[in-house]
């Protein structure tokens, strides 16, 4: 629905669509009220029958309960019953009620008698006609619940007539009980007759076909005209039900009517509002497609406009007198006047972008020219550190050589101040040679030279030599050196030699920042990713690095400030070339600290080194670069 509404279709269209589609839907509607409105007709009709059945049932009922009443009135006026019901002649009662049941079996074609019942003042039974139900107990008599309301009654109560519908097996039965003794009643009379029998009658004056049938669903009467199945759905079904005093279903009467003649009157009603409806929609249609004709006709001019706009002509609408639509006219006057104003400032914008977009052209050359320029350096300077190197290392070999062998040969001959004088020439040339050790490293890793030579080693026992390694150096400054693993630690395979400097390099630095305190080196193995992992922990209690030192811990030929170096000496490239060294193994170093309490520094490289010396110095080549191309 939404793509169709998306379509380009004229304004005219939808309009006479939506019209049509109103029309459509009021039709349909109207037919839907048409025949929502036969179903409520039928059914108020059918209501109406129902309530005129209860009506006519209701005054038959009457009329036959005074018929009965009159009649046992009659009856207990006879001298021979009083003095057989007083002399308890039972055979005389009998006779006598044998006598009235058939003269009054059927009375006026109305009363259908069922029994004749004698009861004394407390209702305990004396007889009943021979052509009623025999009688053995309480239980088999007709309305014994009406006796047993009757029996309850007190008083004056107990001076009224009394009468009652009520059930005994699937008949329906009309009870009435009439009092023998006038102000002081000696016995009691039930009539029992068939209502449904009276009910018979209804046909007449109600003038339609009926059905009477049991709360069990036989059939009592049912009219000689009354339709068959196949016919019901062209007569009204009307019915209705005699209940007992306990609600219980005891006759249902039903009646039918002929639905022709309703529906014949119905459908010329639906006719006629139908015409009228249909006359009225045409002429409002009609109206409004003039109506839409009529004030459309300037949207053809705005819509000529607006073409002209599109191709960059701007020509103004004249106004109109239909005020939703001149103000439209208006909105669009004043969006074409701005618009034109944007497309000569837009124009502007675009020369300028232009201009702008080839100075910025101009600059990046002039930015790959720089960055080129800068790998050349960088090359350059890797190659002059590399050769500056292996030409510094030469000599500096030379001199430690010849102060071992001048301290070997003058320790006799020379005073200990002189002896001191060599050591420190030897101490000097060994701290100047891994300076230099470090720099070229360190232009190695950066030029892309730096290999990997993988070996395998006994992880406790590398630790072991680490710390042997270290505890001269941890004593200078009267420091406690000690070292934690697992028994069961395994063997690693990486380059050993590159390991140890990393690792040595932080012991150095622990031993360094730190007097009288101590030194841990821990080494832990973990599982990482599905891949084997050892972490070499070094902490110390020595001074400490704070948050804003933190930043630039790992930055080449840096220490913490200017006092560390004046109070620690280095150059500031152990920890950068430690960092370097650990990537190259496929690890990491991170650290905490907090200033006077220590470090804690961690080397976490994997067990096992897959990776080829060939893929980690194109690793380490790219690395240096990116990291150059950042700086600059």
């Known amino acids: ?142 309305c014994s619940d009406m006796v047993s309301i009757a029996k309850k009654r007190v008083g004056a109560e107990r001076l009224k007539p009394m009468s009652q519908l009520c059930t005994k097996g699937n008949d329906a039965l009309l009870g009435v009980i009439v009092p023998v003794g006038s ?56 019915s209705h039900t005699l209940r007992d005093p306990n609600g219980s279903t005891i006759v249902k009467t039903h009646a039918v009517r002929d639905i022709e003649p309703y529906r014949k009157q119905l459908f010329e009603y639906a006719f006629i509002i139908i015409l009228v409806s249909i006359i009225i929609f045409t002429m409002v249609v009609t109206g409004i497609v003039y109506i839409l004709k009529v004030s459309l006709r300037p949207l053809d001019e705005l819509q000529l406009a607006a073409k002209q706009l599109s191709k960059g002509d701007y020509v103004k609408v004249t106004r109109t007198s239909v005020p939703e639509i001149d103000v439209v006219v208006q909105s669009f006057n004043t969006m074409a006047e701005e618009i034109s104003g944007l497309i000569k400032k837009l124009q502007n914008e675009i020369f300028e972008r232009k201009k702008t977009e080839e100075n910025l052209k101009k600059h990046q050359h002039d930015l790959s ?35 071992d062998l001048l301290f070997e040969d003058s320790r006799d001959k020379m005073d200990k101040q ?73 063997v690693m ?42 972490h070499f922990t070094i902490s110390d209690t020595g001074i400490g690095i704070s948050n804003q030192q933190s930043h630039h811990l790992f930055a080449e030929f840096t220490q913490a400030d200017s006092s560390t170096t004046k109070n620690y000496q280095g150059t500031g490239l152990g920890l950068a070339l430690s960092q370097r060294l650990c990537e190259l193994l496929g690890g990491h170093i ?12 961690t080397i976490s490289v994997p067990k096992v080194l897959k990776t080829t010396s060939r893929e980690i110095g194109n690793q380490s080549q790219s690395s240096s670069i990116n990291n150059y191309s950042q700086s600059a």
């Open 418 to 490: 002189q002896l001191n004088d060599i050591a420190n020439i030897k101490a000097s040339g060994n701290h100047l040679l891994a300076i230099i050790n470090n720099i070229l490293d360190f232009s190695k890793i950066e030029s892309g030279n730096m290999s990997v030579n993988l070996s395998q080693m006994e992880i406790k026992t590398f630790a072991d030599e680490i710390a042997s390694a270290i505890q001269p150096i941890a004593l200078k400054n009267t420091n406690a050196l000690k070292v934690q693993y697992a028994e069961n630690m395994g």
């Open 493 to 534: 395979y990486t380059d050993v030699t590159k390991l140890r400097q990393c690792v040595h390099n932080l012991l150095d630095n622990a031993c360094k920042f730190t007097k009288n305190g101590e030194i841990l080196l821990r080494v832990e193995t973990e599982k990482l990713n599905q891949s084997d992992w050892v």
């Open 183 to 238: 102000l002081n009643p000696f016995a009691y009379m039930l009539m029992v007759s068939d209502p449904a029998f009276s009910l018979i009658q209804l046909e007449q004056t109600l003038g339609d076909p009926i059905k009477i049938t049991r709360y069990s669903g036989d059939v009592v009467y049912q009219s000689s005209v009354w339709p068959d199945e196949s016919q019901m759905n062209d007569y009204l079904v009307a």
């Open 1 to 142: 629905m939404n793509k169709l509404l998306q379509k380009p279709v004229s304004l005219r269209l939808r309009l006479i669509s939506g019209i049509i589609l109103v029309a459509v839907v009021g039709f349909v509607m109207l037919i839907m009220a048409a025949s929502i409105y036969q179903n409520l007709a039928y059914e108020n009709q059918r209501n109406a029958i129902t309530e005129l059945i209860g009506l006519k049932i209701t005054n038959i009922l009457e009329e036959l309960s005074e018929i009965s009443k009159n009649l046992a009135l009659d009856l207990q006026t006879d001298n021979n019953l009083r003095a057989a019901i007083r002399g308890n002649d039972l055979a005389t009662i009998e006779e006598i009620l044998d006598t009235q049941f058939n003269r009054y079996y059927v009375t006026a074609g109305m009363l259908k008698l069922k029994d004749i019942y004698i009861f004394d003042n407390s209702f305990e039974f004396i007889a009943n006609s021979s052509h009623g139900q025999s009688v053995s107990s309480s239980n088999h008599l007709l």
């Open 590 to 601: 991170s650290f905490s600290s907090k200033v006077g309490k220590g470090s804690v520094f």
């Open 369 to 403: 020219l720089a960055r080129d320029q800068a790998f050349a350096a960088s090359r350059a300077k890797s190659a002059f550190l590399a050769n500056m190197s292996h030409e510094l290392r030469t000599p500096l070999n030379a001199i430690i050589g010849y102060s």
